[in-house]
Each structure stands twice: as C-alpha cells, then as structure tokens.
C-alpha cells in the first residue's frame, strides 16, 4: 500500500538548545536559510506524501506561519526581476503538502504525541519523521523506508550503526539480515545500559508504521506510571511479533536538538550550497589556518 501520511512531532521544548529555544522553536532554527522543519517537510514530499500532520504545542504557532502564504511579502517581492527566484521558493514553501496542525496539550514523549495523530492517519500505514532529526540524502531516507515497506508489508524503521555512547543515548535492535541492507527486527531497547545492547545499530529520526501501532501506543498510554511513554515499546512490540524491519538508510544525519550537530549542519550544508558554498569553503580554509 502506498503511504501518503507522514506525522512529524514537533512538540519538545528544546531544553538541549537553551537559550535560542526560549522563544523560538529549535524546529524553527535555521540550517543557512532554511528552518530544521522545512528540510523535513521537503523529505516527505519528495517521498511522495501528500498529507502532513506537525504535532506541536502552545508558543510554536510561527511554524503554522512559515508554512502559509505571506501575501504582503509575496506582493512585496512581485515585479522585482532580481528576486524572481526567491519569490518562488518562499511560493513553494507553502505549496509543499498539505499540512496540517495539531497540539500536544500535555508533554509525555513520543509515543502519545503520535497517538494525537490516530484520527488524522486513520487506517492507513503512515510515516514519522521526528522533529529533531535533518537527514540530507539524494534518495530520501523517508522513500527508502517506503519502499521496504511496501515490499514486505511490515513495519520499518531507519537505523545506523552508531557508537556505544550513542547506543545508550537512543536505543538499540536486535537484528538479522534479511535483503540487501534490510534487516528483520526482534527486539528494541530504549536508552540501554552497556550490559543491555543488542547491537550498535540505533533508530534514527525515520520510521514507516502499520496503523495497528496505536493500538499497542494506547495500550502503553494505560500502563503509563511515569510522565512520558515511549514509541520504542510498540516498536519492540511489533519486532517481536514478526511484524517490524530495519533500513540501514544512505544519509547523513543531523541532530537538531543539540548545539553541536546544528554547527555541524549549518557548516556542512553552506559548503554546499550553491549561493555561499564557493566562498563559505575559501572562508573555512582561512580559518583552519589559524586554528592550533
């Protein structure tokens, strides 16, 4: 079946990127000059989703606005001949997908912000794109994942192989080849301790998901003792049943909500980008000069 949903959760409160996250969402933070969430909405129309629900919450209501019209602006920039192409990509931002907006009124983790999108997906198999995660990629890591998905008709979540120290940070798989660089799921561990990791391969920011996955989010919203719930447990769920995979996906990988991977992002993308990337380079190379 082909997947035209994608949710992406955009409702954290960005304490890893304080100060800059106080009255900006650090979804809003510019990669050169593009926000982190527009790289994302990018990824999931160039994978062909048609529908896009962003799960947000109160004081982020500028990325309802960046993904609207802004008439006076378009107006403003109408007839200028030299701006012509900046018209045009502030034109296509709002004509992305169709995006829709909802709000996670209580903060209690991913699980139960996907959860609020289960009237918007309906009975269809959907994507996720976390908010905190830019992939850059020719392929998109989103259509990568749809693939798998519609070729074995299962669950399937984007995963690299990562350090032990991030292991401990994310999550980790127990996996068995399966094709090429599918892999079959049997089990995940959210944030393991060093004794507890199954493999150095980690979930990262992408995953395609049957729409059976809220009943297990609504099963583990029951069971909820703590403020927050994960989506690692229905995904654990689901390896355990047969019924999830894994894609060693081709990108590179930004973490957006930490300080040093939006230097690294804004720094790798400028050298190439095709305004800045010439100069940008020339600049590093001077500055590297001076560095001990």
Do not use: W
């Not at 982190?36 to 919450?57: F, K, M, P, R, S």
């Not at 107006?75 to 709000?103: M, T």
């Not at 068995?176 to 980690?202: C, F, G, T």
């Not at 703590?226 to 930004?254: C, H, I, M, N, P």
């Amino acid at each position: 079946m082909k997947i035209k949903k994608a949710i992406i959760p955009a409702a954290g409160l960005g304490t890893r990127v304080l100060p800059a996250s106080k009255a900006v969402p650090k979804e809003m933070l510019n990669i050169v000059d593009k926000p982190a969430i527009q790289y994302l909405v990018e990824e999931a129309a160039a994978a062909g989703i048609e529908d896009i629900l962003i799960i947000t919450n109160r004081g982020k209501g500028v990325i309802e606005d960046h993904f609207d019209h802004a008439f006076e602006l378009e107006k403003n920039l109408e007839g200028n001949e030299e701006k012509k192409e900046l018209l045009k990509s502030i034109k296509e931002v709002a004509n992305l997908a169709n995006i829709y907006f909802i709000r996670q009124k209580v903060t209690k983790g991913l699980g139960h912000a996907i959860l609020c999108g289960k009237s918007f997906v309906g009975n269809e198999p959907f994507a996720v794109l976390y908010g905190d995660d830019v992939i850059i990629s020719d392929d998109p890591v989103t259509a990568q994942l749809c693939r798998v998905y519609e070729e074995f008709g299962c669950g399937t979540v984007g995963v690299n192989e990562c350090s032990v120290e991030a292991v401990k940070k994310y999550c980790t798989l127990d996996v068995s080849p399966l094709k090429d660089n599918v892999m079959r799921v049997h089990n995940i561990i959210e944030k393991p301790k060093e004794d507890q990791i199954l493999s150095l391969y980690a979930i990262l920011g992408r995953v395609v998901l049957p729409p059976e996955v809220f009943g297990l989010l609504e099963e583990g919203l029951k069971l909820l003792e703590s403020g927050e719930f994960y989506l690692t447990d229905a995904l654990a769920q689901l390896g355990k049943e047969g019924k999830l995979t894994a894609v060693d996906f081709v990108g590179k990988r930004y973490d957006m909500g930490n300080k040093l991977g939006i230097m690294m992002a804004n720094c790798e993308v400028a050298l190439c980008h095709p305004e800045i990337g010439a100069d940008f380079k020339e600049y590093v190379k001077r500055l590297a000069l001076t560095l001990d």
